[in-house]
């Protein structure tokens, strides 16, 4: 197995996580479930390469851009679908994503802007991308949004989502406003997408709607179950052991599919709470065990005081 290979499973596992990412929060944190999340990253596939190749943007400006893109769009959505409850809020989001995608199916573009040409063909889509994605710079982009997923769930904004994930009307009757938490994990959850969006258009290197079918979305979604509602950890390894999983039956040939999908039953009847289970890898006890002999380690290193100086005698002198 070469390394060129290898790297293309990384850097898919690493813009799918960015996307599972944004779901945990929207759904494992706020326990709100969209079945549209692939609606968002067309948004930012489409937008970016629109600003690398018709508007001569640079690649990182080009993600900003398409991330503040999606994220608009999720505030919209949110504005007209946050007040719809349980299945609602899921039919509302499956039905967006899909129209987004049937929007760029049927749309034709032929733009030159400054001697830069642009062309969306519809069904055709869009060849010819440059291929800026990296595995470093997907790995930097990745870590990033982890420090800021994390910090995010420890503050009061992250509280408050899970005090409306667990009951909604006592939250309320605590004073948080739950519409603006969930608007907030609405457009972090879009802005995500977005920018990993973009980090699939410039690693692929051509766009076509059908990549972004529901199927896409219920695979986000699924990612984020198996690693383990409101766990970020379980975010990661439920997107790196399933974009993995196919690629390492791939032997197998048409079966690996049908292996896929046993493999996530017996997870979902073995781990009904998903691999970590809401659970962070600092909660785990055998993490603990290791951070307290690392500590007991440093503690012995040091050296031992004077036995022939009492404290306090430098002091005095």
């Known amino acids: 197995m070469s390394w060129y290979y290898i790297e293309g499973i990384l850097i898919q596992s690493c813009y799918t996580l960015l996307i599972v990412l944004g779901l945990s929060i929207l759904t494992g944190y706020t326990g709100m479930f969209s079945f549209g999340h692939a609606g968002f990253v067309c948004i930012g596939a489409y937008v970016s390469v629109l600003c690398t190749m018709g508007f001569g943007l640079p690649y990182w400006l080009a993600l900003l851009i398409a991330g503040l893109t999606a994220m608009v769009f999720g505030a919209g959505l949110g504005k007209i679908t946050l007040g719809l409850k349980g299945d609602y809020f899921c039919i509302a989001t499956l039905g967006v994503g899909e129209a987004i995608r049937l929007i760029f199916n049927n749309l034709n573009l032929n733009l030159n802007i400054g001697g830069k040409s642009f062309i969306l063909d519809g069904a055709k889509g869009i060849a010819s991308i440059p291929l800026h994605t990296t595995f470093p710079i ?3 982009i990745v870590v990033f949004f982890l420090t800021a997923t994390a910090l995010l769930m420890k503050s009061k904004h992250g509280r408050n989502m899970l005090a409306v994930r667990e ?3 006592a939250a309320q009757m605590c004073g948080i406003n739950t519409f ?3 608007m ?20 692929f290197g051509y766009l076509q709607p059908k990549m972004f079918l529901m199927t896409k979305s219920t695979e986000y979604t699924i990612m984020v179950i198996f690693g383990g509602m409101g766990s970020i950890t379980g975010s990661v390894l439920g997107t790196v052991l399933l974009c993995a999983l196919p690629e390492l039956l791939r032997a197998v040939g048409d079966w690996r599919l049908v292996f896929y999908g046993l493999a996530v039953i017996v997870i979902m009847i073995v781990r009904p709470k998903g691999l970590m289970g809401g659970k962070e890898i600092t909660d785990l006890k055998w993490f603990k065990a290791i951070v307290r002999l690392f500590k007991g380690k440093k503690k012995e290193q040091q050296p031992p005081p004077d036995e022939g100086e009492k404290p306090g005698e430098e002091a005095q002198a």
Request: with cysteine; aromatic share 6%.
């Open 180 to 182: 603006r938490s969930k």
């Open 167 to 169: 009951d909604e009307l």
């Open 184 to 203: 907030l994990a609405m457009c972090m959850s879009a802005l995500y997408a977005g920018i990993a969006g973009g980090m699939l258009a410039h690693y």
């Open 138 to 140: 997907a790995l930097v």
